[in-house]
């Protein structure tokens, strides 16, 4: 069975400069997260979908950061402008979406860096 | 809000030896989850142990066991036998449950600080 894939695994960029990163969850898995982790801290939720309906995106910078799940399977989220303190790995999860079952399992990442 | 704290930014271990990392949470939930991930240096987010807050039992899954004290909010990682492949940066989760009556879809992790576990040859 496949697992998260997310895309590209490194990004450099200069401030001001749009990013985006691409994900595409385990198949069958509903529910979708994106998490940020800076650098020796633990990964804080972005955003989670449950299928294509944005349910919790309370930490979202919402000036400057985008998602979209269109088909309710893979996710893109977007930065524009980026900014020096935005640098941090963005991981994605996915889960089944039901409470048995409600283990998330991680993609292996997108480091940013913004210069 | 939940909290999750991890108090032992960093351990190290001999081969073959057993190891205990320490976490304690602070909720006001009385159903969650908790788990225990690792993260090498590659990144990948890999799911070592899972406990469910209602069960008594301690879970286990091989070499990796908890100790789980609701009471105390404690929920600590033994792992025996370590390996040089254990090597990684450990952390504990929290996440609620949603209600009983209407099987909700999954909730956000709350993560702690991390423990980096050195296994030494």
């Known amino acids: 069975e496949a697992g998260v894939v997310q895309s590209p695994r490194y990004k450099i960029i200069e401030k001001k400069q749009p990013v985006a990163f691409w994900c595409n969850p385990i198949?069958?898995?509903?529910?979708l997260y994106w998490y940020r982790q800076n650098l020796g801290q633990g990964p804080e939720l972005l955003i989670r979908?449950?299928?294509?309906?944005?349910?919790?995106d309370s930490q979202l910078p919402k000036d400057r950061f985008s998602a979209e799940r269109l088909k309710g399977v893979d996710s893109t989220l977007k930065i524009q402008p980026a900014e020096l303190g935005d640098s941090a790995v963005y991981l994605c999860?996915?889960?089944?979406?039901?409470?048995?079952?409600?283990?998330?399992?991680f993609g292996p990442g997108t480091r940013l860096t913004v210069l | 809000a939940q909290t999750v704290t991890q108090s032992q930014p960093e351990m190290s271990v001999q081969e073959a030896e057993t190891v205990t990392l320490s976490c304690t949470y602070d909720t006001s939930e009385n159903n969650y989850y908790l788990f225990w991930y690792k993260q090498p240096p590659s990144r990948q987010m890999i799911l070592v142990i899972r406990q469910e807050a209602y069960k008594q039992q301690n879970a286990t899954e091989n070499r990796f066991s908890v100790n789980f004290q609701k009471a105390a909010k404690s929920f600590s990682l033994k792992i025996s036998d370590s390996q040089l492949g254990d090597t990684a940066m450990y952390f504990c989760a929290f996440m609620k449950r949603g209600p009983l009556i209407k099987e909700t879809s999954g909730s956000r992790l709350t993560f702690g600080e991390g423990t980096q576990l050195t296994v030494n040859p």
């Open positions: 999860a996915s889960s089944f979406g039901l409470a048995q079952a409600d283990t998330q399992y």
């Open positions: 198949s069958g898995h509903n529910t």
């Open positions: 979908y449950e299928n294509e309906e944005a349910v919790d």
